[in-house]
């Protein structure tokens, strides 16, 4: 019987082979593999089947909210009138907001957004009797495993 499970990789799967070793799972019945990691570099604007959940507009809003006001209240003394310069201003806080944003996505956070938090796991493979499975098991959820399954 093989049993599979996935461990995040920390000390947990270390003491969970060492007590699968110590209650008499032989080490070649023992199979650890790591994941691999994403290689490709994570996109910066999202299309219609992926968001990331970055908004690039947000600070764009409030700034165009801000200048727009601004605008309309000194437009009252300028040739254009608050109407114009309103929208004048919106516009340009909008594009200030949108390049303060993108600058801060492309140079700022651009190593944190290669994997934002995920990091590879590792699977375990267990060879043992039918008679051991019920042990592997408990010992594997015991050390915290993300997933176990069982195959015959």
Same mark, same amino acid.
Not at 59 to 79: E, H, N, Q, R, Y
Not at 111 to 129: P, S
Not at 140 to 145: I, K, N, R, T, V
């Given at each position: 019987?093989?049993?599979?499970?996935?461990?995040?990789?920390?000390?947990?799967?270390?003491?969970?082979?060492?007590?699968?070793?110590?209650?008499?799972?032989?080490?070649?019945?023992?199979?650890?593999?790591?994941?691999?990691?994403?290689?490709?570099?994570?996109?910066?604007?999202?299309?219609?089947?992926?968001?990331?959940?970055?908004?690039? /507009?947000?600070? $764009?809003?409030?700034? &165009?909210? +801000?200048?727009? @006001?601004? *605008?309309?209240? =000194?437009?009252?003394?300028?040739?254009?009138?608050? /109407?114009?310069? $309103?929208?004048?201003? &919106?516009? +340009?806080?909008? @594009?200030? *907001?949108?390049? =303060?944003?993108?600058?801060?996505?492309?140079?700022?956070?651009?190593?944190?957004?290669?994997?934002?938090?995920?990091?590879?796991?590792?699977?375990?493979?267990?060879?043992?009797?039918?008679?051991?499975?019920?042990?592997?098991?408990?010992?594997?959820?015991?050390?915290?495993?993300?997933?176990?399954?069982?195959?015959?």
């Amino acid at each position: 019987m093989q049993l599979f499970s996935t461990f995040e990789t920390t000390g947990y799967l270390e003491m969970a082979i060492s007590t699968l070793e110590k209650k008499g799972i032989q080490k070649e019945n023992i199979f650890a593999v790591p994941l691999d990691n994403r290689a490709e570099d994570s996109k910066l604007f999202d299309t219609l089947h992926r968001s990331d959940g970055t908004s690039l /507009i947000d600070i $764009g809003m409030a700034l &165009a909210t +801000a200048f727009s @006001v601004i *605008g309309a209240s =000194i437009g009252f003394k300028l040739a254009w009138g608050p /109407i114009y310069w $309103g929208l004048i201003g &919106a516009f +340009a806080g909008f @594009v200030l *907001g949108f390049c =303060i944003r993108l600058f801060v996505e492309l140079v700022v956070k651009k190593k944190k957004r290669v994997l934002k938090g995920k990091h590879a796991e590792i699977i375990l493979i267990v060879d043992c009797e039918e008679s051991q499975a019920e042990l592997v098991e408990n010992i594997l959820w015991s050390h915290f495993a993300l997933g176990v399954a069982k195959v015959k």
